[in-house]
């Protein structure tokens, strides 16, 4: 393990899942296989923050005016700093945490609460159990930084709806925003969990970790069997 443990809410989401497959990657290097990615998320998520800035003084973009209880950060050089990898905690000396936020709101109180952004192809039956732990870890890095934060955040799901598709405007975005209640002191302990497991010997897979106990980790079970073939 390197001097310094950079730890984000999605590596910390893999530990979550599958604790060995989070010691390959920290210890061994060894990274779960990766397919082909498309760069249509990634230009989505510029033109999304882009478009949230334009809208910053406004207080929220007409979109969410009327879903969301809060308005944007108004201080555009302050979410710049938080769209940062960089934004992150010191948890000790070995160890930091941190992630850039996609957006980030105001409450009528005055709280900071994170915001992020979900692009899909369809609509959201559930929302995956990762993005609760997501948005916690992003609570404790703003609470931990000082800001005066609540135990929520905001999911906002921007999806194409083939079915009940506006056939002047195929493309048009449909929007669903989603309150999700959030747990950074729960974070903070599996971030202990987690470095604690790195000082030790290889653990067992995901069977019991997680939102999916029970399920052995489907890149474990397929790296035995690799393993088992004479």
Known sequence: MSDILKLSPSSLNLYLECPRCFWLRFKKGIHRPEGPSSTLP??????????????????????????????LIKDIETIREMRRTSFGIQINDGVWFGGALDEALELPDGSIIPLDNKTRG???????????AQMSGYTLILREKGY????????????????????????????????????????????????????????APGKNSGANGGELCPFCAYRDQLCSIE
């Open 42 to 71: 990634r230009g989505m998520d510029y033109t999304l923050k882009n478009h949230y800035d334009n809208w910053r003084k406004k207080g929220l973009p007409p979109e969410l005016q009327d879903k969301i209880n809060g308005r």
């Open 122 to 132: 369809f609509p959201p039956k559930e929302t995956h159990w990762t993005y609760g």
């Open 148 to 203: 005066e934060t609540k135990n929520i955040a905001y999911l906002v799901f921007w999806f194409l709806d083939h079915k009940n598709m506006n056939l002047d405007d195929p493309l048009a975005f449909r929007i669903i925003c989603e309150a999700v209640k959030t747990d950074p002191d729960k974070i903070m302990k599996k971030i202990h969990e987690a470095t604690n497991a790195l000082r030790g010997d290889m653990p």
